[in-house]
């Protein structure tokens, strides 16, 4: 636990972490979050939710710093004005787009302002919407057009052993041209190769002027392991998998039981305190 009295950003993932799986946020989050602002401690937030679909959050939590959407494919200030982003290549959009039709998942793709999809009544799609606050556009197909402004390309399947897989296939598929991770267990996100939670502590590092190790990252999934592996001090919730458990420094509860809350009161406020 060395390191934890040093903190001076808590990045926090969204989904599965900070709200509960109703994506409620609870008012014992709310309370940590305030405890953060009154310690000092810069409270900034990642997801591979579009920046949009985060500004409930934002006037909620007081939010002052840099917010990541798209798992740190678009960068935006607290006003949602856009700091930086990173569209995937198109050849690589359209190879991913071929290879999730190609394994039988859906696929959704997200532009800097629009989330578009081909199926109104696909599965996760109403449930999304609900979440986001915002309603997808309905197109015939994905045009090039489409892909040439693609910030992350999403594969969708309740098939879950389905998506593990097809994550591994397009990790090997795309190389070095993509980050492909589950940000759900029936969500796969393809983003640009600098557009991953890793990157995001790199660049909220720069953004911020303050050393990766003096930032703690806490999250429930794959794509959250870049992040604990780039910070001083990386929690897992308890909701993770023993694989994503045994990448971070600590462990807390689940997030359906004040996970998050508990873990900045027992590692992060209580080190600042010491």
Not at 44 to 64: C, D, E, Q, V, W
Not at 222 to 250: C, L, T, Y
Request: charged fraction near 20%; glycine fraction near 6%.
């Amino acid at each position: 636990m060395s390191g934890q009295g040093n903190i001076r950003v808590l990045l926090a993932d969204v989904d599965g972490t900070l709200v509960t799986d109703d994506k409620v946020l609870t008012e014992a989050a709310r309370e940590a979050a305030s405890e953060l602002h009154r310690a000092g401690i810069i409270f900034a937030i990642t997801s591979g939710r579009p920046p949009r679909g985060m500004s409930m959050l934002i006037k909620t939590l007081a939010l002052k710093s840099p917010i990541a959407g798209f798992n740190g494919g678009v960068f935006v200030h607290p006003d949602l004005s856009v700091i930086e982003s990173h569209t995937l290549d198109p050849a690589i959009a359209r190879r991913t787009l071929r290879l999730l039709l190609d394994q039988g998942l859906d696929a959704w793709v997200y532009t800097e302002k629009e989330w578009l999809i081909r199926d109104q009544r696909a599965p996760h799609v109403e449930r999304e919407a609900w979440t986001v606050k915002f309603d997808a556009k309905v197109v015939p197909s994905f045009t090039n057009a489409h892909l040439a402004h693609a910030v992350k390309i999403v594969g969708v399947s309740d098939d879950l052993d389905l998506v593990a897989a097809c994550e591994t296939a397009a990790q090997s598929a795309l190389g070095d041209g993509a980050s492909a991770k589950r940000s759900q267990p029936y969500y796969l996100d393809v983003t640009h190769p600098q557009a991953n939670k890793g990157a995001v502590v790199a660049t909220l590092s720069k953004l911020l002027h303050i050393l990766p190790a003096q930032i703690a990252t806490i999250g429930d999934m794959p794509n959250d392991v870049a992040m604990f592996r780039k910070s001083g001090f990386s929690i897992a919730m308890g909701n993770a998998s023993e694989a994503v458990k045994a990448q971070a420094s600590a462990v807390t509860d689940s997030n359906e039981n004040d996970g998050f809350a508990k873990a900045m009161r027992k590692f992060v406020l209580r080190a600042v305190a010491a």
